[in-house]
């Protein structure tokens, strides 16, 4: 029995979908960040030239690139947490009450951690 197996409410067609999805995903996030980023993780800043309107568009395309570093970002941790969630088993359980997570919900929301009902009591408190 492979750990993967543990996740046992969905079934393994649709666990594989998923985990092909989120790897996709994964590789798509990583390529977009290495495209803003130094290879110290920091968002490269493009020059343009030296005139204003060159510089103002460098700030511009700079602040743009850390909101987009922001995103991708959290997007990552949401998928590799939903991929680690994969291998160990826990795939689909809600982190807040346990219950099994709908696959139809997986299916529309692969790194969905919660349950609908805990997510709506989040939202509303
Ligand atoms: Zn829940």
Redesign the pocket.
Known sequence: MTKAMKNSHISKEVLDKIKNELQERLTKVDKELADISNEDGTVKFEEYGNKADENAQEMEKYHTDLATEKVLESTQRDLKGALARIEDGTYGK?K????NIPEKRLEARPVAS??V??KTKLQNS
Not at 96 to 99: K, L, N, P, S
Request: some cysteine; overall charge negative.
């Open positions: 809600c807040y009450c346990g219950i919660a349950c009902e805990c």
